[in-house]
């Protein structure tokens, strides 16, 4: 078991047996909560995407190409459910995102 300290008051100290048990349960239900906040980012993202292109529709210039990108961009949630597939989404090389999806055609 690893030593955790606490500030009370400005104080460090360890922490007790109640403070551990719930230091672990915040961080346990953070973790287990990544899944939902990686999505909610690829959401994001894809939304961003969208309303960027919105207006493509509206004047009637549209290609097919970009109808499709369009489709396959608001196809994501359901196309990608695993967390592992939620990092290929999300993977930046110098801050840019990598995955194919987000590349206008």
Do not use: C, F
């Amino acid at each position: 078991m690893v030593d955790r300290y606490i500030s009370d008051n400005g104080v460090r100290r360890l922490a007790t047996a109640d403070e551990l048990a719930e230091i672990n349960a915040r961080e346990t239900a953070w973790s287990n909560d990544a899944p939902n906040r990686k999505l909610a980012e690829i959401r994001k993202i894809r939304n961003k995407k969208l309303q960027e292109t919105d207006w493509l529709v509206t004047s009637e210039q549209i290609t097919d190409a970009e109808k499709t990108w369009r489709e396959n961009l608001r196809k994501i949630p359901q196309d990608n459910t695993t967390e592992a597939e939620y990092d290929l989404l999300l993977a930046r090389t110098d801050g840019k995102l990598t995955h194919s999806i987000w590349s206008k055609p």
